[in-house]
């Protein structure tokens, strides 16, 4: 394996590292809500907000800490950020009280904010052109793995020893820490070389704004969606509940595959050409859900699914390019604004459910803002590739 292969390895495994410990909290929560009972805390929303804080903390933590290594400020390095995430969560093991799991909730998305500009500067770093959108998709998949494990390793640890078992949460977090503690931790100061094909060698603000503008419409219906899934299937679809599950986690990893499709595809075509086709897909594949019958609706889902997480890695390598001098500000804004705007669609979609008096038209009224997204994206200023050959 080259240099290069390597250290996309290790920063992928620390991003899915990191991204792992995110969804602890919401599956931990029903072992904890007796606890919560006990102390006298028996509001859903209080026990909701242990869980949104960590979603919530990206959106701050993230574009100021990018704003800060971009100008040669102070950077944690990526060891020690999978190692204060991992190390915050495994402390729920012991610790019930709401108030003290709060700051650990709070100090686990700070450690994980703190990560991904640092990492994803790196790679902006080494990688060119022709091959970022393929190296920050890879970096991208080792996310989601991360991510999509966590539900199933914390419900086999809580079945086995109940919730003292999370503290051996801790030891993928050491392992991972230590192997990325032989390479290097932080960016170059210095910015990598713009592509002055693409941005003229000066930050785009107009073009970096827009994109926000879409990523934050993409992110809100896909995470608007999934929070409801489950309940929109089985209650309204008539769906069994095992085999709603089973989709829903299928929806979650054919984005994961599309990331990695779309991102490819973007390095050969164009990042506007792919950006546009993703956008636009996404529409009759969202609807498809609530129009089709079944099976069609739940094969609808899966390709939903694909459409709506396929430009997710591109977002970010588009803004990375059109602010050439200021990368990590562009990765923690492109990343964690629309990761904390998506932590409010679950409650004004339930909001506007209880307003509508139905839950599955509120949901598919979401296929407007994607509509939204193809008429945007049409206007991004960002040169088209394949239209230029």
Same mark, same amino acid.
């Given at each position: 394996m080259?240099h290069l @292969?390597k250290?996309?390895a290790?920063l992928?495994?620390?991003?899915?590292?990191?991204d792992?410990?995110?969804?602890v909290i919401?599956?931990?929560?029903p072992?904890?809500?007796?606890?919560?009972?006990?102390?006298g805390?028996?509001?859903?929303a209080?026990?909701g907000?242990?869980?949104?804080?960590?979603?919530?903390i990206?959106?701050?933590v993230?574009?100021?800490?990018?704003?800060i290594?971009?100008?040669?400020g102070w950077?944690?390095g990526?060891?020690?950020?999978v190692?204060m995430?991992?190390?915050?969560?495994?402390?729920?093991a012991?610790?019930?009280n709401?108030?003290?799991?709060l700051?650990?909730a709070v100090?686990a998305g700070i450690?994980?904010?703190l990560?991904?500009?640092?990492a994803?500067?790196q790679?902006?770093?080494?990688?060119?052109?022709t091959n970022?959108?393929? &190296?920050?998709?890879?970096?991208?998949?080792?996310?989601s793995?991360g991510?999509?494990a966590a $539900?199933?390793v914390?419900?086999?640890?809580?079945?086995?020893?109940?919730?003292? @078992?999370?503290i051996?949460?801790?030891?993928?977090?050491?392992i991972v820490?230590?192997?990325i503690?032989?390479?290097p931790?932080?960016?170059?100061?210095?910015?990598?070389v713009?592509?002055r094909?693409v941005?003229?060698?000066?930050?785009?603000?107009?073009c970096a704004?827009l994109m926000?503008?879409?990523?934050s419409?993409r992110?809100?219906?896909?995470y608007?969606?999934?929070?409801?899934?489950?309940?929109?299937?089985?209650?309204y679809?008539?769906?069994?509940?095992?085999?709603?599950t089973?989709f829903?986690?299928?929806?979650f990893?054919?984005g994961?595959i599309?990331?990695l499709?779309?991102?490819v595809?973007?390095?050969?075509?164009?990042?506007k050409?792919?950006?546009?086709?993703?956008?636009a897909?996404?529409?009759p594949?969202y609807?498809?859900?609530f129009l089709?019958?079944?099976?069609?609706?739940l &094969?609808?889902?899966?390709a @939903?699914?694909?459409?709506?997480?396929?430009?997710a890695?591109?977002e970010i390598a588009?803004?990375?390019?059109?602010?050439?001098g200021?990368?990590?500000l562009?990765?923690g804004?492109?990343i964690?604004i629309?990761?904390g705007v998506s932590?409010?669609?679950?409650?004004?979609?339930?909001?506007?459910?209880d307003?509508?008096?139905?839950? $599955?038209e509120v949901?598919?009224m979401?296929?407007i803002?994607? @509509?939204?997204?193809?008429?945007?994206?049409?206007f991004l200023?960002y040169?088209?590739k394949?239209?230029?050959r």
């Open positions: 080259n @292969a250290r996309i290790v992928a495994a620390g991003h899915g590292a990191v792992f410990y995110l969804p919401s599956a931990a929560l072992v904890l809500l007796p606890f919560f009972a006990a102390q805390i028996t509001s859903y209080m026990a907000f242990l869980v949104t804080i960590i979603n919530i990206p959106a701050v993230q574009p100021v800490a990018g704003w290594q971009d100008r040669g950077t944690l990526t060891s020690w950020c190692l995430t991992a190390v915050a969560i495994s402390c729920f012991f610790v019930q709401y108030w003290l799991l700051g650990l100090v450690g994980n904010s990560f991904h500009p640092n994803y500067q790679i902006y770093q080494f990688s060119t052109p970022r959108g393929t &190296l920050l998709s890879l970096f991208s998949i080792g996310g793995f991510y999509g $539900p199933l914390v419900g086999a640890l809580l079945v086995w020893a109940g919730l003292p @078992a999370l051996y949460l801790i030891i993928p977090g050491i820490a230590f192997i503690s032989r390479f931790q932080k960016p170059m100061h210095e910015p990598a713009a592509d094909s941005s003229g060698g000066s930050a785009n603000w107009r704004g926000l503008g879409l990523s419409l992110t809100w219906v896909y608007g969606f999934l929070a409801f899934a489950t309940v929109y299937l089985t209650t679809a008539g769906v069994e509940y095992f085999v709603a089973l829903v986690t299928g929806m990893y054919a994961m599309a990331t499709v779309a991102a595809s973007s390095d050969k075509v164009g990042r050409e792919v950006l546009l086709i993703s956008y897909c996404s529409v594949a609807l498809g859900i089709l019958p079944a099976p069609f609706s &094969l609808s889902l899966l @939903a699914g694909f459409f709506l997480m396929a430009p890695t591109i588009t803004v990375q390019e059109m602010m050439p200021s990368v990590g562009a990765s804004i492109v964690g629309p990761l932590a409010f669609a679950s409650l004004v979609i339930g909001v506007l459910a307003i509508v008096g139905s839950m $599955p949901l598919m979401q296929a803002l994607m @509509a939204a997204t193809v008429v945007l994206c049409i200023p040169p088209l394949l239209w230029s």
